[in-house]
Each structure stands twice: as C-alpha cells, then as structure tokens.
C-alpha cells in the first residue's frame, strides 16, 4: 500500500476532515510539553469512535505501518511523540458517556478531558480524585496509559487503582471489550492491568468504566514551613493519625522552589514571614461538620509550632485562600522550566528512607555540580519526589553522570527511578539498567505476544528491536 493509498483509506475511515496532514497543524503535536523531544509523522488521525480505532489499526497492519496514541500531549517522557507512521489524536472521543451516582462509577470515552470527568463527577455530587497540574489538559485515556499519581493518591491512590474497566483496540485492529464496573471479578488474569501504565505500547484505550467517591465538601488547606524533611513526614504522621485518616494531599516543596515560584508570581513573595529551608502544602478533607476539619488543622499545627516541629504554617481562610495556595503549588513546574540546563527527576523512595536520599542527594549535588541549585518537590505523602537541578550554564554535560548517580542512590535506597511519569523514550535506558533481566524479558514477552511486529508505538518503554 503506498502512502496515499494509507492516507485514502483513513479518510474514508475517519472522514478527510479527520486526517490531518500539513506542517503547522501537526506541529504542536509532534514536539512534548518540555519541547525537548521532536517527533515527525505521515499524518494524525482523529477517530470518534472505538470502531473508527479499530478500523484506523486494520488499515495500519495492513500498510506495515505503526501507530503512536496521543491523548492530551502533556506527558512528561515524551511517550506520544511520534517517530514516524500515524500519530492517533484521540481529541475527538471527549464524551462522558454515563454518569451512575448511586453506583460510583462513570464512563467516558479515552478523550475526554480530566478536568471535564472532574466536573461530571462534581455535578452528580460525586469525587473523581485523579487531580494533576495538567488536568485541563491532558486526557483521562493518557492518565490510564501512564498511570498518573498526582496530589490525591495518599488517599485516593493511583490511576490504576481508579479505573473498574477499559475498552482496548489491540494492534491488529481487534476490540477487547472490559467496560465493566465489578468491584469483584476473579475471573483469571485481571487484562485491564496490563494496559494501564503501558504508555499505548500494547494497544489504544478507548473508553473507561473509573470509580467515584463521595464528596468530601469539608477541606483545611495549610502551607507550613518545616525544620527538616524528617519533620515533614513526622507530620505527615500525626496528622494522618488524629484526622482519622483525612490527608487528602502532602505536598513537599523546598525554599528554592518557592522563591522561584515567587520569581515567577510576586502574590508569593511574602508567602511565610520564616524562612525554612522546606515547606509542606496539606490538605484535610472529609464530610464532618463545618469547620471542623479547620479547627482540628489549626489545633494540630498550634501543638506542631509548640514542639519545634513546625516553624510558621498559614492556613487558608477561603476557598479562594486555599485556590492560591495550590496555585502555587500548580506553578513550580512552569517555574523549574526557566533555566539554561536542567537535571529532571520523578524518583519515589520507601518513606523511611525519603529524609536519608535527601541529605545524601544533596551531597551528591555539591560534589558534582556545585553551582548547580536543587528544586525538590514533591508528593512527600506517597514517597514521590521531584530532585531536580538547574544551573545558569548551558553546559549540559554535568546531566548524565550526575542523574546516573542519584539513580544509583534510588536504586540503593530500594525506590524507583520513574514514580509516575513513566518511561516513555526519555528513560528507556533506565528501565534496561535498573529492572531486573527476569522482568525485562517478562516484558518483551508481554510486548511480543501483543505486538508481534512491534507497531504499536515502537520504541517507547523497551527499546526498539
Ligand atoms: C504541568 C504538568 C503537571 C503534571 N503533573 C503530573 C502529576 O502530578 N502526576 C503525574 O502522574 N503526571 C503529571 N504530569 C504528566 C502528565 O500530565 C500525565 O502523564 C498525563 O497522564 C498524560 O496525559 P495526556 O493525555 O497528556 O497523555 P499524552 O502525553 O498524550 O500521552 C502519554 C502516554 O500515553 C499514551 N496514550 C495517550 N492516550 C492513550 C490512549 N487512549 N490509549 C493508549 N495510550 C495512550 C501515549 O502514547 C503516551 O505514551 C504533569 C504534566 C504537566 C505538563
């Protein structure tokens, strides 16, 4: 089949209107949020529907050609960043399809955007807690594929732990239909779990059967500044304890961090009179009476200030208090973009062990790369850390060695190299490096067993051929 027989045949498949092929309409979608990474493809394709998919990745077999998924293109290791073949926008597969309250599920199909799930599950007096800085943006179908954390999963957990059933295209063009919403279901091997996290590398999500949660309409939200990052998971602790259970949020976020926050937006230049080398942005919420979720936070942190354990905490008074607090919060990735070289890092850690990497990560930096200032931030609740490092310099040589040692550090610590952004092409080599040999070929196996040709966004997690 030649190319403008490829292209006829998806025109017919998802009108012409859908297939789109000139050099500024596909910009946008061939370079990733960091505009680090720069893809190129035949064409994008839009499809409406599950069948339109399923007919998209027949023709594609049929043509040898291969096909990346690309949801809302805010993942942060390029994973839907073409090499070449089709790019497959899933833009226009948007619906919320059924909204079941009273049994705390929801159907959407893979496009729908995150922020609109939030507001169906909001108007049916309903939760969905996936909650990230991307989310007016970014496509629940891309959360699944990569298995996206974010601020709620101390409570709520992770995407995975989201999601009761999935429609999937397979790569030969062959629909598995599990769009079901069993809390229980022990009928052999549990498929869904195999494409969540697996980055469009097994097949195209379609649509999602995702749990719901009662509201929570009470929340406290309180930025504190902490001696020490051991005093911030003391915290963590006895707050988790005395509220029952009700942190919805810990988030960790360093001096550097706020002032580059600050740099960014003066509204947070005089965010807390102390100044501490670390600060924690909580959130308390739960469905007690008003104000009480408020006065056990401003109680807890009084006795925390008392034993040293806290320095200075200010805690929102509004919603609109707490709107700005985690608005910063939502900033320090925009903020940590502004520099000449940038070492990046999503690691997750054991708790026991977060303040110990810490310190020596910092060690590692100051022998390494002196110059260099580290922005560490994080959702300190579930062990997940941002370590950055910028410098002034354009100098990127310092990068590598220095990640290849604080990955060794994780590694060594027993923590993990990609908490929740996944792997994507920015870590392939990592993944090789640091998963076993036993699970590296129980991957390929899985890969080839699904993917035979490999044509389902080659290159991506495991290295191509
Ligand atoms: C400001 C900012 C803050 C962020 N904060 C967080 C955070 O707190 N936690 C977190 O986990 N992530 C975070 N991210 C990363 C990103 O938002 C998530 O990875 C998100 O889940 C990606 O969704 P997306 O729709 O943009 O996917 P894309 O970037 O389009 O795709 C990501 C991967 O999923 C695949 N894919 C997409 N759609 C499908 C589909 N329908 N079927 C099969 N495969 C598919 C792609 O091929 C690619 O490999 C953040 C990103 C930004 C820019």
């Known amino acids: ?3 403008s027989d490829l292209l006829g045949a998806l025109g017919a498949i ?6 789109v092929t000139d050099a500024h309409s596909l910009e946008p ?31 594609c077999t049929q043509a040898g050609v291969c096909v990346t998924p690309q949801g809302g293109n ?12 089709v790019l497959l926008n899933l833009r226009r597969m948007n619906r919320i399809v059924q909204v079941d309250a009273e049994g705390h599920a929801m159907t959407v199909e893979a496009g729908a955007v995150l922020a609109d799930i939030q507001r169906a599950a909001r108007d049916h007096g309903r939760l969905f807690p996936l909650s990230l800085g991307a989310e007016g943006s970014c496509q629940i179908g891309g959360n699944i594929a990569t298995n996206a954390g974010g601020m709620n999963v101390l409570r709520y957990g992770n995407t995975r732990e989201l999601v009761l059933g999935l429609k999937v295209v397979l790569p030969d063009g062959e629909v598995w239909d599990g769009l079901r ?13 195999l494409f969540i996290g697996s980055e469009g590398t097994l097949g195209v999500i379609t649509e999602a059967v995702l ?41 960790l976020i360093d001096r550097a961090c706020v002032d580059a926050v600050a740099r960014h937006d003066a509204q947070y230049r005089s965010l807390l009179e102390q100044a501490t080398p670390w600060y924690v942005l909580l959130e308390l919420a739960g469905a007690g009476p008003d104000g009480a979720l408020q006065d056990l936070l401003e109680q807890q942190l009084g006795e925390a200030l008392e034993q040293e354990l806290v320095v200075d905490a200010v805690i929102a008074q509004s919603l609109s208090d707490a709107g700005r607090l985690w608005a910063m919060r939502h900033l320090i990735p925009e903020a940590v973009r502004g520099f000449a070289s940038v070492l990046r890092s999503d690691i997750a850690l054991p708790a026991a062990r977060v303040a110990d990497f810490v310190e020596q990560a910092q060690g590692a930096v100051g022998r390494m790369r002196p110059t260099g200032t580290v922005l560490c931030f994080g959702h300190l609740g579930d062990g997940n850390l941002h370590f950055n490092v910028v410098d002034a310099d354009e100098d990127r040589s310092w990068v590598h060695p220095l990640s290849q040692a604080l990955y ?11 908490a929740e952004h996944g792997v994507g092409q920015a870590k392939v080599a990592e993944l090789a490096q640091y998963k076993s ?25 495991l290295a191509a051929g």
């Not at 290791?77 to 073409?82: N, Y």
């Not at 919403?181 to 779990?193: E, T, V």
């Open 181 to 193: 919403s069993l809390r229980k279901d022990n009928r052999g091997y549990d498929l869904k779990q």
């Open 14 to 19: 998802v009108g012409s209107a859908a297939v």
């Open 74 to 85: 805010t993942g942060l290791c390029a994973g839907a960043i073409p090499r070449d073949g």
């Open 211 to 251: 749990r719901l949660f009662p509201q929570t309409p009470q929340s406290a939200v309180a930025v504190v500044a902490v001696p020490s990052c051991a005093a911030a998971l003391e915290l963590l602790a006895r707050l988790q304890r005395r509220s029952g259970n009700g942190v919805s949020a810990y988030e």
């Open 437 to 461: 040999a036993v699970e590296m070929a129980l991957m390929r196996r899985l890969k080839a067993a699904l993917d035979p040709d490999n044509r389902m966004n080659p290159g991506k997690v």
């Open 29 to 59: 979608h061939l370079v990733d949020w960091r505009r680090e990474y720069h893809g190129s493809a035949l064409a994008m394709v839009c499809p409406a529907s599950t069948a339109e998919v399923s007919a998209v990745l027949a023709a």
């Open 1 to 3: 089949m030649t190319r």
């Open 408 to 418: 060794d550090l994780v590694a060594e610590h027993g923590g993990s190299f990609s």
